[in-house]
């Protein structure tokens, strides 16, 4: 538990930063309420919500905190501001993309004391820590409206969160209810960040999926053959008991896909026979 006890004083000693990070990159887009012209007053306040969600977000990791006070009170702010959900969730997209940043340089500066193992687990807790608070945001945001369109409901599962571990590799997390909605929104998302990462290996974790079937799965045998004309190969790991019988009763066949039992496996396999490549 002493690299989890290190991680931990890290996230909180850098949170500050974080927080600064994340200001500008929203200095690049303009934002309903939360303008290129925001008030000293209201960046202040962005900045202070900021480091007090890196500090939430690293007693998730630690202990399990359950974040639900906190993106419920956020939620009530920010419906009551007017700002659009899908600009919410552009911004936790963009705060996961830089509080992993910041975890993998904790890794980089311990490389000797960081195994992969540590990693998967570290990818699993951050984002299910992530997903949980967009989960409740997103439900207690609806809460204000009369009614909830098709569109909105989904809203919660349009985050697709492709982390780089290493500078040729990346997981891409699922966790929840796979529609066929949300498949296609990935397959479109997913092409696009594994490019931009100029990523070699793409593992796709499952472990939070609890069904899958037939057109869903279709669509994801779509995007591993469309990362391969990209030239990067597409792994699964974590595909649960009930989610191989249903596969076996649908037919599906994951033969020709490389698969392991859990994302740790999958990125021993990746990073333990190259001795030289720092995580």
């Known amino acids: 538990m002493v690299i989890e006890k290190q991680l931990y004083t890290f ?21 309903y309420i939360y303008s290129l012209n925001a008030s000293k007053e209201i960046e202040s306040t962005l900045r202070k919500q900021h480091i007090k969600f890196t500090n939430m977000l690293a007693d998730c990791m630690m ?7 906190w993106a419920k009170e956020l939620a009530q702010q920010r419906k009551s501001a ?11 997209n963009r705060c996961r993309e830089i509080s992993w940043r910041y975890i993998q340089q904790f890794a980089d500066s311990y490389a000797e004391d960081v195994r992969t193992s540590h990693i998967g687990a570290w990818s699993l807790q951050f ?3 992530f997903d949980r608070v967009i989960e409740v945001f997103t439900s207690h945001y609806h809460q204000f ?4 369109t098709f569109e909105h409901r989904n809203m919660i599962q349009m ?32 092409l696009n960040k594994a490019s931009s990462l ?3 290996y793409l593992i796709i974790d499952l472990s939070g999926v609890y069904t899958l079937d037939t057109t869903v799965a279709d669509e994801l045998f779509t995007v591993i053959k469309q990362l391969s004309l990209l030239g990067i ?24 896909i490389l698969t392991f039992g859990s994302l740790k496996v999958a990125l021993a396999h990746l990073l333990e026979p190259k001795k030289k490549v720092k995580i």
């Open 11 to 31: 996230m909180l000693d850098h949170s500050h930063h974080m927080a600064e990070d994340w200001l500008q990159s929203r200095a690049t887009e303009e934002y």
């Open 63 to 69: 202990s399990g905190h359950d974040p639900y006070p």
């Open 82 to 92: 007017g700002v659009p959900l899908i600009k919410i969730l552009q911004n936790f």
């Open 127 to 129: 984002n299910r820590a």
């Open 145 to 148: 409206d009369d009614a909830v």
């Open 159 to 190: 985050g697709v969160p492709v982390i780089p571990i290493t500078e040729n590799i990346g997981i891409l997390p699922l966790v929840g209810e796979l529609d066929t909605f949300r498949a296609t929104f990935i397959q479109e998302q997913t």
């Open 198 to 200: 100029k990523l070699q």
């Open 233 to 256: 190969k597409a792994i699964i790991s974590g595909i649960r008991p009930e989610i191989a019988q249903t596969s076996i009763k649908l037919g599906l066949n994951f033969s020709d």
